[in-house]
């Protein structure tokens, strides 16, 4: 999951699409409009001999504030690779507090960081 994040944020869709589960991969894959994301979350993950799944939340910047995608989504491996399947998904406003740990990922607080 760290490595299909990272290559959201790195606009890589070819490296998506060849982690992507077969049946269930896009034609084309157009990340042009996609957020500026900033962190990752894990919140849970398991997997069994060849099915696995992921809890997440990726945080991003929207003009001065914040929004999140949280999702939770299902792999399955196939020669030993893991590939994603499907997601089920929500997005909502971030509204931290002053002393919450930053969104963008600095490990300050937020009224130290990027709201001052």
């Known amino acids: 999951m760290r490595s299909r994040y990272t290559a959201f ?56 504030g914040w929004g999140f995608l949280e999702e939770k989504s299902t792999f399955a491996r196939e020669g030993g690779r893991w590939y994603y399947v499907s997601g089920d998904t929500s997005e909502g406003a971030l509204k931290p507090g002053r002393n919450e740990p930053c969104p963008c990922g600095s490990g300050k607080k937020y009224k130290a960081c990027c709201l001052s």
């Open 9 to 64: 944020v790195l606009n890589l869709s070819d490296y998506l699409k060849a982690t992507w589960h077969t049946s269930t991969r896009p034609e084309a894959l157009d990340l042009s409009e996609s957020p500026r994301w900033t962190s990752l979350q894990i919140l849970s993950s398991g997997h069994q001999v060849d099915d696995g799944s992921v809890h997440f939340r990726a945080i991003y910047r929207v003009g001065e």
